[in-house]
C-alpha cells in the first residue's frame, strides 16, 4: 500500500516567510492525482491544489505545487496570518485508492 | 451552490452502531464520486471509504467488513452506516464530493462527531 510521507512535521516561519512543504511517496502517484489541503481546528478541510500544480477556485496565488514521481511539493510565497495552518497531501489511483499523508503544521515563530 | 449536511453522529457504546447520512445540493449528485474522512482526535485526516454515482463502493482496510457505504441518486444522499463500532473509530466524519477526474474533494460538509464509549 502506498504512504505519504510529509515534512517537517512542524515548519515555524513569520508572517511574510517563504514556506516548502514536502510530500514524498513510496510509489509513483500520476501527476492528474496529487493534491493539498489546509486544515484549520473546527473548520473542514479546503483545497488547495489538484493535479499536482491547478490551483482550485478562489486560492490565491502565494500558493503553489510542483513535482512528479514520488516528490512533490507545496510552496507558499509569502505567508499571511491566514496560512498558519495544517496543510495535508492526497493521493488517488494507488492502493488504497485515496490515501492522505500525516500532515505538516505551519505555525507562527 | 454546492452543499453538503451531514447528520446522524452521536454517541455509541463498543460494538454497537450508528448511521451518518450527508444530503447535497447543488449539483447533480449522480455525477459525483462520494467519500466519508474522518479525522480522530489529535489525529490527520483518513480516508474511510467511497462511492460511485453507479454504486461501486471502496473501503479503507480499517473498516471493511464493518462500515457500509450506499447512496439514494434520488434524494442527493450518501449514507455510512457503522457496524461494530470501536474506540478508534471516535473521530470528526467529513462527506466530501470529488472534482471530477481528479481524485481530490473539492466540497466538503462541516462534519459529524462520532463518539464510540461505554
Known amino acids: 500500500e502506498i504512504v505519504l510521507t510529509q515534512s517537517p512535521g512542524t515548519l515555524s516561519l513569520s508572517p511574510g516567510d517563504r514556506a516548502t512543504l514536502s510530500c514524498r511517496a513510496s510509489q509513483s502517484v500520476h501527476i492528474n492525482y496529487l493534491a493539498w489541503y489546509q486544515h484549520k481546528p473546527g473548520q473542514p478541510p479546503r483545497l488547495l491544489l489538484y493535479?499536482?500544480?491547478s490551483r482550485s477556485a478562489g486560492i490565491p496565488d502565494r500558493f503553489s505545487g510542483s513535482g512528479s514521481g514520488t516528490d512533490f511539493t507545496l510552496t507558499i510565497s509569502r505567508l499571511e496570518p491566514e496560512d498558519f495552518a495544517v496543510y495535508y497531501c492526497?493521493?488517488?489511483?494507488?492502493?488504497?485508492?485515496?490515501?492522505f499523508g500525516q500532515g505538516t503544521k505551519v505555525d507562527i515563530k | 451552490e454546492v452543499q453538503l449536511v451531514e447528520s446522524g453522529g452521536g454517541l455509541a457504546p463498543p460494538g454497537g452502531s450508528l448511521r451518518l447520512s450527508c444530503a447535497g445540493s447543488g449539483f447533480t449528485f449522480i455525477d459525483y464520486v462520494m467519500v466519508w474522512i474522518r479525522q480522530a482526535p489529535g489525529k490527520g485526516l483518513e480516508w474511510v471509504s467511497g462511492i460511485r454515482g453507479g454504486g461501486t463502493t471502496y473501503y479503507e482496510d480499517s473498516v471493511k467488513g464493518r462500515f457500509v457505504i450506499s447512496r439514494d441518486n434520488s434524494i442527493n444522499t450518501v449514507y455510512l452506516d457503522m457496524n461494530s463500532l470501536r474506540g478508534e473509530d471516535t473521530a470528526v466524519y467529513y462527506c466530501a464530493r470529488e472534482r471530477r477526474g481528479s481524485g481530490s474533494f473539492e466540497f466538503w460538509g462541516q462534519g459529524a462527531l462520532v463518539t464510540v464509549s461505554s
Open positions: 492526497q493521493q488517488y489511483g494507488n492502493s488504497p485508492l485515496w490515501r
Open positions: 493535479g499536482t500544480s
